[in-house]
Nanobody
């Protein structure tokens, strides 16, 4: 089992920045990738970004490309999401995800094994 704990959410004005963290514990040696998803009220869970643990290969959703940056610290078993130029439409609960298998389609939340509890990000206009 893997436990994931997010932190760093909050309230920010449009154009501002936030940095989310996700600390993993448990059976982390087999981690293949970690990722971020978000879910706004009344909407489905949406892919934001993911990073492979060994090589650091990343992929972002088109909606956040150029504004959000995913990174990881292998020694700390922690991934980060630096969010810049935030927009009101970025308001959502942000979830950390982890996987121990190769993911052919990382944008599908059903392909991820473990989830954090989520952290609220609210962007005011």
């Amino acid at each position: 089992q893997v436990q994931l704990v997010e932190s760093g959410g909050g309230l920010v004005q449009a154009g501002g920045s936030l940095r989310l963290s996700c600390a993993a514990s448990g059976r982390t040696l087999s981690t293949y990738a970690m990722g971020w998803f978000r879910q706004a009220p009344g909407k489905e869970r949406e892919f934001v970004a993911f990073i492979t643990w060994a090589s650091g290969r990343t992929m972002n959703a088109d909606s956040v490309e150029g504004r959000f940056t995913i990174s990881r610290d292998n020694a700390k078993n922690t991934q980060y999401l630096q969010m810049n130029s935030l927009k009101p439409e970025d308001t959502a609960i942000y979830y950390c995800a982890s996987n121990q298998r190769v993911i052919l389609s990382p944008t599908n939340p059903r392909n991820w094994d473990y989830w954090g509890q989520g952290t609220q990000v609210t962007v005011s206009s």
